[in-house]
């Protein structure tokens, strides 16, 4: 079946590399002082007049996510901690008022099941969940920042019924390239300044910052995708091969639930299985960390894991993960010319107020 999405498979991804347009190598490298915020796996989880299955025993509700977005619109009236649990937070930024951030970049999982759908043609209740609470607006049911949007699994696993298996896909990338794509006929919400339309991964830049949503993961070609391993070579040569500091979101990996693969004997996907690996091989994860290779990558964020803050290291790169979006996590960023500050926290209280669990601080080069 000719579907939107392997049209754009086929024909683009040719002339690509053509219509790209040239990036003059500035001579230095911008200024940067950005603050932005990192959330992932919103589960947003309307269905008709209710909730999809277990949603409310999981705490996938309205109100928990309600609770998280007043959290993010009050945290420029707070500052950075000082100390954590009993400690030195070693944050460069410690006590200082945080800036108003500059965005909030969402890691995959918006929905919790494609979007919402019924078997029928329909505009998916959970797509209109998120899209009412994380859009930028100016109420108190609204995030007040510009959003970049990252599609997980539970938004592009779902297949419709044949012959439109694709559909439930379409409409979340549809959403992305509404949000963020530049069009000669109407300006995006969020404008970005690369991106592709053959897997949807995109890019911008906050002066002598670059950062790249790369959707599920870089190289995704689960059911039909395309992948932008290639887009992202060419996009990390035109916008860093001067050595600006870059930053990667995506929604899977390399925590334990990240890498597992299927036990045989257990008849189960976990950490210590030798099977089929459940989300992303360990050929895709080489893949992109070589793509990586020679950039100055100082972040990769990610999500899909729930329950646990994260910081560790992976070839050398720092990855960051907070806890869901509908159980209150996310990740506060600064990053400046010389510094890289990353407060994970979640929301603590129904007024906006904050805790954070984790402080990570590190001078750059």
């Known amino acids: 079946m000719l579907t939107r999405r392997s049209l754009l498979t086929q024909g683009l991804t040719a002339g690509v590399a053509l219509s790209m347009p040239s990036?003059?190598?500035?001579?230095?490298?911008?200024?940067?002082?950005?603050?932005?915020?990192?959330?992932?796996?919103?589960?947003?989880?309307?269905?008709?007049?209710?909730?999809?299955?277990?949603?409310?025993?999981?705490?996938?509700?309205?109100?928990n996510l309600l609770r998280h977005i007043l959290a993010l619109n009050n945290i420029h009236h707070q500052t950075w901690?000082?100390?954590?649990?009993g400690k030195p937070s070693g944050l460069s930024a410690a006590g200082q008022r945080i800036a108003r951030p500059q965005g909030i970049i969402v890691c995959g999982d918006v929905t919790d099941d494609g979007g919402g759908q019924t078997a029928e043609f329909a505009e998916g209740s959970q797509l209109l969940q998120f899209s009412h609470r994380y859009q930028q607006g100016r109420?108190?049911?609204?995030?007040?920042?510009?959003?970049?949007?990252?599609?997980?699994?539970?938004d592009l696993d779902q297949d419709g019924r044949p012959p439109q298996t694709d559909w439930y896909r379409d409409?979340?990338?549809?959403?992305?390239?509404?949000?963020?794509?530049?069009?000669?006929?109407?300006?995006?919400?969020?404008?970005?300044?690369?991106?592709?339309?053959?897997?949807?991964?995109?890019?911008?830049?906050?002066?002598?910052?670059?950062?790249?949503?790369?959707?599920?993961?870089?190289?995704?070609t689960n059911k039909g995708t395309a992948s932008g391993l290639d887009w992202m070579k060419r996009d990390l040569k035109s916008y860093a091969g001067d050595g600006r500091p870059v930053v990667i979101f995506q929604h899977y990996g390399w925590d334990h639930f990240s890498v597992e693969r299927w036990d045989p004997k257990k008849k189960t996907f976990d950490d210590a299985g030798t099977g089929t690996p459940h989300w992303w091989d360990e050929s895709e994860r080489q893949d992109l960390l070589a793509t990586l290779s020679g950039y100055n990558i100082i972040g990769i964020f990610h999500g899909h894991e729930h329950d646990t803050p994260m910081t560790y290291k992976v070839?050398?790169?720092?990855?960051f993960k907070a806890k869901a979006a509908f159980m209150g996590g996310f990740c506060l960023v600064r990053v400046t010319s010389n510094t890289m500050d990353v407060a994970i926290g979640e929301a603590a209280d129904d007024k906006g107020g904050v805790r954070f669990d984790t402080a990570f601080s590190k001078a750059l080069r």
């Open 81 to 85: 901690p000082e100390a954590i649990g």
């Open 315 to 319: 070839n050398g790169i720092d990855v």
């Open 171 to 220: 409409e979340l990338r549809d959403y992305v390239q509404m949000n963020h794509k530049p069009s000669v006929f109407f300006k995006p919400a969020v404008p970005v300044d690369n991106y592709d339309e053959a897997s949807d991964n995109y890019s911008w830049n906050w002066g002598g910052l670059h950062l790249i949503q790369a959707q599920r993961y870089a190289g995704d």
């Open 139 to 154: 109420g108190p049911d609204q995030v007040h920042f510009p959003v970049y949007v990252g599609l997980g699994n539970h």
């Open 23 to 63: 990036i003059a190598r500035p001579a230095t490298i911008p200024p940067v002082n950005v603050t932005f915020l990192v959330i992932s796996d919103v589960h947003a989880c309307r269905f008709g007049d209710g909730l999809s299955p277990n949603c409310q025993q999981e705490g996938k509700t309205d109100a």
